[in-house]
C-alpha cells in the first residue's frame, strides 16, 4: 500500500514556466516531509523539506506548500530550466521511533528549451 | 557526492543465484537504510538498522536478508533471486534514528536477473 500518493506521474514544461508536483498522505503521525530530486545514474538527494508547523517553505525557484487539514503538500518550481530535468519523490516520515522515508511513486518532469 | 559507497554498481546474475550488496554510510553516520527502486514501485523502504540493530522493517522479502557491522558497514543479502528482483537497490545514511530529516543516497547498485 502506497502510504504518500504523487501526480502527476509525469510532467512536461516550457523553460521559464511553473512545474506544480502534487502529494497527498493519509498517515497523520507523518511529520517530515522532504522533496527529493535524482538525474539518471545517480541516487536521490534532498531538495528541500518541511515540517508541518508551516503553510509554506521556499527556497530559491523551489516551494513546498503544505495543506495540514488536507493532508497534502506540492512543490512548485518556478522559472523552471532544462537543468531541472529530473525524477522528483516526495516523501513522508514520522518523528517517532525509526525515520525511514516512504516514497511517492515520482515525478519525471522535462523541461523543454 | 553524497558520501555513501555502494558496490556494485552493475550485476547480473540468474535466477536462483544469491547476490550480496554492499554499502558504507557517510563518515559518522550510525543509520544505514536499504530501498529497492523499480520503475513502476517507486522507492520501496526495505530495512533500517541503528548502529549495528535493526530499527525498522519495510516490505523486504524474506528471501533477502541484511546486517550491520561493528564498522557500520550494511551488507543487503538477496537470495533464490527471481527474475522480479530486478531493481535498483538503493542504500542510505543518516546520522541518527528517532529525528526526521535527510537521507544521504549511495548511487545504488543495479542487479538483473536473467
Known amino acids: 500500500q502506497q502510504q504518500v500518493k504523487q501526480s502527476p506521474q509525469s510532467l512536461i514544461v516550457q523553460k521559464g514556466g511553473i512545474s506544480i508536483i502534487n502529494c497527498a498522505y493519509e498517515n497523520t503521525a507523518f511529520d517530515y516531509f522532504p522533496w527529493y530530486q535524482q538525474f539518471p545514474g545517480k541516487g536521490p538527494a534532498l531538495l528541500i523539506a518541511i515540517r508541518p508547523d508551516v503553510s509554506e517553505k521556499k527556497e530559491g525557484r523551489f516551494t513546498i506548500s503544505f495543506n495540514k487539514s488536507a493532508k497534502q503538500f506540492s512543490l512548485h518550481i518556478m522559472d523552471s530550466q532544462p537543468g531541472d530535468s529530473a525524477t522528483y519523490f516526495c516523501?513522508?516520515?514520522?518523528?517517532?521511533?525509526?525515520?525511514?522515508?516512504?516514497f511517492g511513486t515520482g515525478t519525471r518532469l522535462t523541461v523543454i528549451p | 557526492d553524497s558520501g555513501v559507497t555502494q558496490t556494485p554498481k552493475h550485476l547480473i546474475t540468474a535466477t536462483g543465484q544469491r547476490v550480496t550488496l554492499r554499502c558504507s554510510p557517510r563518515s559518522g553516520d550510525l543509520s544505514v537504510y536499504w530501498y529497492q527502486q523499480s520503475l513502476d514501485q517507486g522507492l520501496q523502504f526495505l530495512i533500517q538498522y541503528y548502529n549495528g540493530e535493526e530499527r525498522a522493517k519495510g516490505n523486504i522479502l524474506e528471501r533477502f536478508s541484511a546486517q550491520q557491522f561493528p564498522d557500520l558497514h550494511s551488507e543487503l543479502n538477496l537470495s533464490s533471486l527471481e527474475l522480479g528482483d530486478s531493481a535498483l537497490y538503493f542504500c542510505?545514511?543518516?546520522?541518527?534514528?528517532?529525528?526526521?530529516?535527510?537521507?544521504?543516497f549511495g548511487e545504488g547498485s543495479r542487479l538483473t536477473v536473467l
Open positions: 542510505a545514511s543518516s546520522l541518527q534514528t528517532g529525528v526526521a530529516g535527510e537521507l544521504f
Open positions: 516523501a513522508a516520515s514520522a518523528q517517532t521511533g525509526a525515520n525511514n522515508l516512504f
